[in-house]
T-cell receptor, first 112, second 115 residues
Framework: GNSVTQMEGPVTLSEEAFLTINCTYT??????LFWYVQYPGEGLQLLLK?????DKGSNKGFEATYRKETTSFHLEKGSVQVSDSAVYFC???????????FGAGTRLFVKA | DAGVTQSPTHLIKTRGQQVTLRCSPI?????VSWYQQVLGQGPQFIFQ???????GRGNFPDRFSARQFPNYSSELNVNALLLGDSALYLC??????????????FGPGTRLTVL
């Protein structure tokens, strides 16, 4: 079946540290991959996406590369800020399908 | 422009009751999807509607139903509530709804507590 596995949290970092949140997927066909962010008390927001192998999605200093050979879509940021504290969800969607499959989420805490 | 709106914000019901949740998509968006997010987990797909027709359904029992109105707003109904239905219910809208790569815009959710 189709599924997404992401690293368990919480992840606690100091401001300006490097961030990596691992995400791997299992899918039939060729999925599109997404990272969503959920700030406290808010709904999900699309952070970035990649629709085919080797694509790199980027936004607000975050980036992730669609690696078909390792079925991965790891999220990275070179220097995190306190305002990046949130829950991050990796997700996939299948071309021609109608649903997005989410991972369990990784909570990030950034300390000043 | 207004984003996706959902009502009510919070809701408390008892087992066996019925509940109706409402969603208004972004103006011009014709597709609405519903997700259930249990505490500590990722959202689970329930339904997608496009142009008032059901386009997809997740692995949820028949107690869950939905509809989309001519103005593209949507309602999610849950009958015979169980304790396990306690969750944050998210609505998402997208412009085209034909491809999963279309960006989905999520509302803030309705927090349902079943006692």
């Amino acid at each position: 079946g189709n599924s997404v596995t992401q690293m368990e949290g919480p992840v606690t970092l100091s401001e300006e540290a490097f961030l990596t949140i691992n995400c791997t997927y299992t899918a039939t066909g060729y999925p599109s991959l997404f990272w969503y962010v959920q700030y406290p008390g808010e709904g999900l927001q699309l952070l970035l996406k990649a629709t085919k192998a080797d694509d790199k999605g980027s936004n607000k200093g975050f980036e992730a590369t669609y690696r078909k050979e390792t079925t991965s879509f790891h999220l990275e940021k070179g220097s995190v800020q306190v305002s990046d504290s949130a829950v991050y969800f990796c997700a996939l969607g299948l071309t021609g399908g109608f649903k997005t499959i989410f991972g369990a989420g990784t909570r990030l805490f950034v300390k000043a | 422009d207004a984003g996706v709106t959902q009502s009510p914000t919070h809701l408390i019901k008892t087992r066996g009751q019925q509940v109706t949740l409402r969603c208004s998509p972004i103006s011009g968006h014709k597709s609405v999807s519903w997700y259930q997010q249990v505490l500590g987990q990722g959202p689970q797909f329930i339904f997608q509607y496009y142009e008032k027709e059901e386009r997809g359904r997740g692995n949820f029992p028949d107690r869950f139903s939905a509809r989309q109105f001519p103005n593209y707003s949507s309602e999610l109904n849950v009958n015979a509530l169980l304790l396990g239905d306690s969750a944050l219910y998210l609505c998402a809208s997208s412009n085209l709804g034909r491809e999963v790569t279309d960006t989905q815009y999520f509302g803030p959710g309705t927090r349902l507590t079943v006692l």
